[in-house]
């Protein structure tokens, strides 16, 4: 059952760009927090950044600052991320990932310690050098 769907994702240059968005289906992002996570192949699920809703709070990986911002349209109903300057090790499925709630977490998430309710099925991006 498909709860979240990310899409944006493709192939670029490094020091290109790309926007990934997510969109839930059936509920609003209001009071929720929605996060990036990305996988490349061969390497664990690795936190991005995420977005409180309500009070707008965002953290990010330290690999991303400066250069990923996350954002949400509530009226639009979806999230944001915006990748700047990308660099080959960006290369990744992305997923987002949501719960009901506040507090920003993208980091510890395991199978067994997953705040997340909801997963998407991810989008490729792939950044050549």
């Known amino acids: 059952e498909v709860h979240v769907v990310e899409s944006g994702g493709g192939a670029v240059q490094a020091g290109g760009s790309l926007r990934l968005s997510c969109v839930p289906y059936?509920?609003?992002?209001?009071?929720?927090?929605i996060a990036w996570f990305r996988q490349a192949p061969g390497q664990d699920r690795e936190g991005v950044s995420c977005?409180?809703?309500?009070?707008?709070?965002?953290v990010y990986a330290d690999s991303v600052k400066g250069r990923f911002t996350i954002s949400a349209d509530t009226a639009e109903n979806r999230v944001y991320l915006q990748m700047n300057s990308l660099k080959p090790e960006d290369t990744a499925v992305y997923y987002c990932?949501?719960?009901?709630?506040?507090?920003?977490?993208?980091?510890?998430?395991?199978?067994?310690?997953?705040?997340?309710?909801?997963w998407g099925q991810g989008t490729q991006v792939t950044v050549s050098s």
């Open positions: 977005i409180s809703i309500n009070d707008r709070n965002t």
């Open positions: 990932a949501a719960f009901l709630g506040e507090g920003c977490i993208i980091a510890g998430i395991t199978p067994t310690a997953d705040p997340y309710d909801y």
């Open positions: 059936e509920f609003k992002i209001d009071d929720y927090t």
